[in-house]
């Protein structure tokens, strides 16, 4: 069985004595569980002092975005290679980059890229907006961000991907309408089908797939227990230490409970 993963995306919050606080307080709340792997991505500037708190048999770390050259003049960007060895993770085309920052298919696709060249695996957020979803667009923008993302990978490199679903309007700055797993579970369907049209059923079985929005405490179960999501994203929710290792426990519980 596959690890279920569970990482936290503290967004653009907390300091450097905050985000120390809130890792130790998490710490201090999580066993080492060999079924569940966890995962925080605090902010760039926390990210190297926090790595010298953590015991990394606990808690993997991720950055929350990088760029995609290796170095040269891009002033004030952070480029994968730099963050080699100190990153486990990095989450690419999450949709507040995607809305806010304009990010589109092909500079995702170079970030995706870019991961994979410093072995890092990335998280590759996809996810359709509301629009997107009355106007019965969804499988065609779940089929363009991942093709799109992964084109420049083997089969090989993308067993090392980890692809998030994140309706945009599921996600609590976008509107956190709830998505019920009944509606989550066919676009998990889609995405790893996509994933097997491509580079077949050995990448499509071993890419995980993990959930996020608006994940928390209560709704973690229900989303985890949807066959084939191996993990969450939660937002907010990761800011909260009870939350969060609530969300870690039942990860805990539910990979006990299966046969
Ligand atoms: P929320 O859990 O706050 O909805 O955020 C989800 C998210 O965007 C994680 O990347």
Redesign the pocket.
């Given at each position: 069985m596959k690890r279920v993963l569970i990482i936290g995306?503290w967004k653009m919050n907390l300091n450097v004595h905050e985000a120390s606080i809130l890792v130790k307080r998490i710490s201090d709340l999580i066993q080492v569980h060999r079924e569940v792997e966890v995962a925080i991505a605090p902010s760039m500037l926390t990210l190297q002092p926090i790595s010298q708190q953590i015991d990394t048999r606990k808690i993997s770390l991720a950055a929350q975005n990088a760029y995609y050259k290796d170095e040269g003049a891009y002033t004030g960007e952070v480029s994968f290679n730099m963050l080699r060895n100190l990153v486990k993770y990095v989450?690419v085309g999450?949709s507040?980059r995607r809305i806010y920052f304009h990010e589109d298919l092909e500079v995702i696709r170079d970030k995706v890229t870019a991961a994979i060249r410093n072995d890092i695996s990335p998280v590759l957020?996809v996810g359709e907006s509301h629009q997107e979803k009355t106007e019965g667009e969804t499988k065609r923008v779940i089929h363009d961000q991942v093709t799109t993302a992964l084109s420049n990978l083997t089969a090989e490199d993308v067993e090392k991907v980890v692809i998030?679903y994140?309706p945009v309007w599921?996600?609590?700055?976008f509107g956190?309408e709830l998505a019920k797993p009944s509606v989550v579970k066919p676009i998990i369907d889609l995405i790893r089908y996509n994933v097997k049209e491509l580079y077949g059923e050995k990448a499509a079985a071993s890419l995980r797939i993990i959930y996020?929005?608006?994940?928390d405490d209560q709704t973690a179960p229900g989303y985890l227990e949807i066959e084939g999501v191996n993990g969450l994203?939660?937002?907010?929710?990761s800011l909260n230490y009870h939350k969060f290792s609530e969300i870690v426990n039942s990860a805990y519980r539910l990979t006990h409970k299966k046969p």
């Open positions: 995306n989450i999450h507040e957020c998030a994140e599921a996600i609590s700055t956190g996020g929005g608006s994940v994203l939660p937002g907010s929710a």
